[in-house]
């Protein structure tokens, strides 16, 4: 699953648990949540990473000229 995806199943998660549901399963809700909202934070900051290293590379590129 993308990170677009994960973001979308987030959105349907937070919005079943808004509905009139089980303690037992708004927990299991929250916990589905809580991996989701984890590797969407490990794909952000890889992403940042990635674009740390490419701003360099540009920066690099253009004071060359």
Do not use: Y
Request: charged content about 35%.
């Amino acid at each position: 699953m993308n990170l677009e995806e994960k973001l979308a199943k987030l959105d349907e998660l937070a919005n079943q648990i808004e509905e009139d549901v089980s303690l037992d399963k708004s927990l299991e809700i929250f916990e589905q949540s809580i991996v989701l909202a984890s590797e969407c934070m490990i794909a952000l900051n890889d992403c940042k990473g990635k674009l740390v290293v490419l701003q360099e590379k540009v920066r690099k590129i253009t004071d060359e000229d």
